[in-house]
């Protein structure tokens, strides 16, 4: 699965050119617009927020909220 994301300015695909982590549950990523028109770099970030499945390996420094998911809500997001 690859995650796309819009140029905010054209509305064109921009592609993940680099990116660096900040935490251990988020990163900055830097986007290029691919419209040679546009030209827009920017920066976004991705945060994980909470856990829909415990880990078989937890971290003991990460903490994130436990959500129950439920059957319907899981199946929407496959």
Not at 56 to 65: E, G, H, T
């Amino acid at each position: 699965m690859t995650i796309s994301i819009c140029c905010p300015h054209c509305d064109s695909r921009a592609i993940a050119r680099t990116s660096k982590a900040l935490t251990s549950t988020m990163r900055e990523i830097r986007y290029a617009c691919v419209d040679p028109e546009c030209g827009h770099t920017y920066v976004a970030t991705l945060e994980i927020v909470r856990t829909l499945s415990p880990s078989a390996k937890p971290n003991p420094s990460v903490i994130l909220p436990i959500v129950k998911v439920t059957q319907r809500q899981s199946a929407t997001h496959a």
